[in-house]
């Protein structure tokens, strides 16, 4: 089996998938540190392929990491499946290596942050995916990066 070479080093983009809304996060190009950085309304796969295209070339992305939703038991579902299927899509529009990193509670972590920053529902909405995203980069960071 042949073992495609890692990606070179630079801006990882966090996935946080999600029906109705993606969030994206992004690494420095050392991989050290991680920034929320926005979130997208899905729409149709041709606009949300252009507009992921227009993020990974202004980031000048190299890899993605996409939040896969692990249940309690270690085990995966149908989000994992969709979440899976959103990692294959993003590889075909972009071209880029994609991992996938535990994303389990990030969501919830995120709305915690920001209850606790005082932020009102429309402002936490308006940023809840894109901080899970962030933590989805965080934790991948700090487990070395692997896969990546």
């Known amino acids: 089996m042949r073992v495609p070479p890692p990606p070179p080093p630079g801006k990882v983009l966090a996935v946080d998938p999600g029906e109705r809304r993606i969030g994206f996060a992004i690494s420095d190009p050392d991989r050290k540190f991680s920034f929320p950085l926005t979130q997208m309304e899905r729409t149709t796969p041709e606009r949300d392929a252009v507009k992921v295209k227009e993020l990974v070339r202004e980031?000048?992305?190299?890899?993605?990491?996409?939040?896969?939703?692990?249940r309690s038991g270690g085990e995966e579902g149908s989000s994992a499946e969709r979440a899976r299927a959103l990692g294959t899509w993003l590889a075909g529009v972009t071209g880029l290596p994609v991992v996938y990193a535990d994303e389990s509670y990030t969501t919830r972590l995120a709305e915690k942050k920001l209850w606790g920053a005082g932020l009102s529902h429309a402002q936490r909405k308006a940023r809840r995916d894109a901080v899970a995203a962030h933590g989805i980069l965080?934790?991948?960071?700090e487990a070395g990066c692997p896969g990546g």
Do not use: A, N
Not at 61 to 67: A, S
């Open 138 to 141: 965080e934790t991948w960071i």
């Open 59 to 70: 980031e000048r992305v190299v890899l993605l990491v996409v939040g896969l939703p692990i």
